[in-house]
């Protein structure tokens, strides 16, 4: 019989471990560290004044109540800030091979020469490597890492930074602004048309350790972009932490897809925070997968704010044994004549948990608005579980409003069908797992939605993390 393509795949490009080296460390959450950290990257006072109120924040709200359980984190042992033996260099042959070695096995160079506009690499707290097309820079396109933006572009980054996603917003954002390293900014001035994607891929190596990124994309005028985030991780036998934070500005008449692979392993809590604000006849797409992660909690929220704005939202979880993903999404109707359409797909096996919430909130100013909201839940195994939790708050009677959520285990009738054709039932579960996820994978690139359905064929298999 023929390999199954879950066989001849290479299982251990996602765990490549690297010696745990690195130029500086810090461990723990004090006043001491978040200035040490500000300190070592030479920031100007505003940002280490904004690093201490987020800080003082922190310790003053609590721990969620709801969701996960949070109870294995440990602040005061994770390593906030880890710098590696390298600077952002402008060409691959310049970072460290290790480094270097671990972004081509995970194809990021070979993306960059085929299908990227732009690539930033960030490896534990630090971007290492960064680069940007000569024709966009001509036209004004900004994109870099934020360190840089922070003393490059200081009064852009001071009217935005904090503004989508507020400090206050909750615990773990408020860690976020206290210790944030590493990330992207984008500025795509008025008019202009980024039609290749933009990517950062954020890998975090070091064991015990946490990365904070920071993306901050502003889309002006009538302009366009793609962007592409890309992360993953190796396994330890200790909790790692995600705490990064997207703050997207999608101005009138312009248009933004912002995509997403998670691919952490499973011993890492991601409790990632992410927030669009949309102007009048603007539009932001949301694509995502999530895979790996002992635990998330991760609701990419859009805040329509002009009329005709519209939000579309695809993405899919994938939990196996151990893991708890909670994910899902919120959106604000917040003028006359939006939008938004949700498609929402979970898959878990092996004892894994998925559940969705969404939170949609029509305000009474946005008559006429139309609402889609779709959930749909494959469980493989008895001992799965998935759960749906939507809440609507509608305010205004002018609107359509729709909400379709299915929860059903695989069909046994379909497995032996497969079966009868000669499909062994390792690929027959294959296949319709890929199906299922097949709308999700169209709305990706190419590139990235092979490497989706890999990590399908990997989870499947019981071989991530």
Same mark, same amino acid.
Request: charge should be negative.
């Given at each position: ?208 350790? !946490? ?18 985030? !890309? ?88 939990? !196996? ?145």
């Amino acid at each position: 019989m023929p390999k199954t393509k879950i066989e001849e795949m290479d299982r251990n490009i996602y765990n490549i471990k690297n010696k745990d080296e690195y130029s500086y460390k810090t461990i723990g959450l004090t006043e001491d560290v978040i200035r040490d950290i500000s300190r070592r990257k030479d920031e100007p006072d505003w940002m280490l004044d904004i690093r201490l109120n987020a800080l003082e924040t922190y310790d003053k709200l609590d721990m969620p109540t709801w969701g996960p359980d949070l109870s294995e984190l440990h602040m005061s042992k994770i390593a906030t800030y880890v710098k590696p033996k390298s600077d952002m260099k402008k060409t691959w042959d310049d970072v460290p091979d290790d480094i270097k070695n671990t972004f081509d096995a995970l194809g990021i160079p070979e993306a960059e020469k085929t299908s990227l506009a732009g690539v930033g690499a960030q490896y534990d707290s630090e971007i290492v490597y960064h680069s940007i097309k000569e024709e966009l820079v001509k036209q004004g396109v900004i994109y870099t890492d934020f360190d840089t933006a922070v003393k490059e572009y200081p009064d852009l980054v001071r009217e935005y930074f904090t503004k989508c996603v507020p400090i206050t917003d909750h615990k773990f954002i408020a860690l976020h602004y206290a210790v944030w390293s590493g990330g992207s900014f984008v500025y795509v001035p008025k008019g202009i048309k980024v039609d290749i994607p933009l990517q950062s891929y954020f890998r975090l190596n070091a064991p015990g350790a !946490g990365q904070f990124e920071h993306t901050l994309i502003i889309v002006d005028e009538g302009a366009s972009l793609q962007f592409i985030e !890309g992360c993953s991780a190796p396994k330890y036998n200790e909790i790692n932490l995600h705490a990064g934070c997207v703050e997207l500005f999608v101005k009138d008449n312009s248009y933004l897809r912002y995509s997403t692979i998670e691919n952490w392993s499973k011993n890492m809590m991601n409790l990632n925070t992410k927030k669009a604000i949309v102007g009048k006849n603007g539009k932001i797409e949301w694509v995502t997968g999530s895979f790996g992660s002992k635990i998330s909690m991760l609701y990419p929220m859009s805040i329509l704010n002009g009329e005709n704005a519209i939000c579309e939202f695809t993405g899919i979880s994938f939990a !196996g044994k151990g893991q708890d993903l909670d994910t899902g999404l919120k959106i604000v109707h917040n003028a006359p004549n939006t939008s938004s359409v949700v498609n929402s797909k979970s898959i878990s096996k092996s004892g894994g948990a998925c559940t969705f919430r969404s939170n949609v909130w029509v305000r009474p100013i946005a008559k006429d608005s139309k609402v889609t909201v779709s959930c749909e839940s494959l469980m493989l195994d008895s001992e799965s579980r998935s759960d749906t939790i939507p809440v609507n708050n509608i305010e205004t009677d002018e609107v359509e409003f729709s909400h379709e959520a299915k929860i059903g285990k695989i069909s046994d009738q379909a497995i032996f069908y497969l079966m009868s054709r000669g499909i062994s039932e390792e690929e027959a579960k294959a296949m319709i797992v890929r199906g299922f996820a097949d709308p999700i994978s169209k709305a990706l690139p190419v590139e990235y939605a092979v490497e989706m359905n890999n990590l399908i064929n990997l989870e499947l298999d019981g071989s991530i993390g």
